[in-house]
């Protein structure tokens, strides 16, 4: 069974930093591409970045530049890096995986940018 677990949301101040994590489980890690979606209350979800078996990496055009996704292959994770945070970046970050035609979701955490 598949699982996708996130960590590493929280309140931060604009400028800021922070670094998601989703650990993986319950299907073959190495050889699947994955996702980080978010979303904001009253919007739609939405694409953030995304990341290959082969670790070529694609990003939203809000979030280039600040933000990094990346793969450990050892330990069944993906990560994403935020920096220079906005407000406008405050939302429910979430994993996703497709899986052969099935897809895939975290629980989502939460990350809030605030002074």
């Known amino acids: 069974q598949v699982h996708l677990v996130e960590s590493g949301g929280g309140l931060v101040q604009p400028g800021g930093s922070l670094r998601l994590s989703c650990a993986a489980s319950?299907?073959?890690?190495?050889?699947?591409?994955m996702d980080w979606y978010r979303q904001a209350p009253g919007k739609e979800r939405e694409l953030v970045a995304s990341?290959?078996?082969?670790?070529?990496?694609n990003y939203a055009d809000s979030v280039k530049g600040r933000f990094t996704i990346s793969k450990d292959n050892l330990v069944n994770t993906i990560h994403l890096q935020l920096s220079s945070l906005k407000p406008e970046d405050t939302a429910v970050y979430y994993c996703?995986?497709?899986?052969?035609?099935?897809?895939?979701w975290g629980q989502g955490t939460q990350v809030t940018v605030s002074s």
């Open positions: 996703h995986a497709q899986i052969m035609v099935n897809d895939y």
């Open positions: 319950g299907y073959r890690f190495i050889i699947y591409a």
């Open positions: 990341i290959t078996s082969d670790n070529r990496t």
